[in-house]
């Protein structure tokens, strides 16, 4: 499984675009980049999820250049609610275990 | 999408004794589940691979006869810590792989020895 390395902390305001930056230098063809968001004690939630160029769901984007080894997660307009941690896994695209890296913590504030 | 519970959600026990937790798949049949464990301020970490009707893969350095795993049907998985102490206070948190590198998670128990 590739390592991911991510910035430990971002602040943001309200209203913001917010980009987190994921470093995955060692992604195998066969791997998928996923990230996930979890709030204090709560468990992970799946964000989104993509091989190349851009995804885009009601969420969130995810853009991935062509080396592959690197992504972003970007975040439109966010609000208090979107203080959470955030996590990029590389792998597989099955059903196999997940191995999570350090995350981002992210602070939005008012 | 599929839905994980988790029971207790919180347990406060004593040094010495064991805490069950129990993972429930609510709408999806589930042959693997997985076991995470969080301590404050620190991500997740994988324990181990619950497998239906037999035995559980350990991750390295998890004692297996610590942490006892069940998986005698479809819907449940349940964690055993075994003579807890202090130091197996935290947050563990089972999921369900749902498809290609999605997990469900479940909410998560915190367990806190006394």
């Known amino acids: 499984l590739a390592k991911t390395t991510q910035p430990i902390s971002m602040d943001s305001y309200e209203g913001q675009e917010v980009n987190i930056t994921c470093s995955h230098n060692?992604?195998?063809?066969?791997?998928?980049i996923t990230w996930y968001q979890q709030f204090p004690s709560q468990g992970p939630r799946f964000i989104i999820q993509g091989y190349k160029t851009k995804v885009t769901n009601e969420v969130a984007s995810l853009f991935i250049p062509a080396d592959r080894k690197s992504s972003t997660l970007s975040l439109p307009r966010v609000s208090l609610s979107d203080t959470a941690v955030y996590y990029c896994?590389?792998?597989?695209?099955?059903?196999?275990?997940?191995?999570f890296g350090q995350g981002t913590e992210l602070s939005v504030k008012p | 999408g599929a839905v994980v519970s988790q029971h207790p959600s919180w347990v406060i026990c004593k040094s010495g004794t064991s805490v069950k937790i129990e993972c429930r798949s609510l709408d999806f049949q589930a042959t693997t589940m997985f076991w995470y464990r969080q301590f404050p301020k620190q991500s997740l970490m994988l324990m181990a691979t619950s497998n239906e009707g037999s035995k559980a893969t350990y991750e390295q350095g998890v004692e297996k006869d610590k942490f006892l795993i069940n998986h005698a049907s479809l819907t449940l998985s349940t964690l055993t810590v075994t003579s807890a102490h202090p130091e197996d206070s935290s947050f563990y948190i089972c999921s369900l792989p749902a498809f290609y590198n999605e997990q469900f998670f479940g909410p998560g128990t915190r367990l806190t020895v006394l």
């Open positions: 896994l590389v792998g597989g695209r099955g059903r196999g275990k997940l191995i």
């Open positions: 060692n992604i195998a063809t066969n791997d998928y």
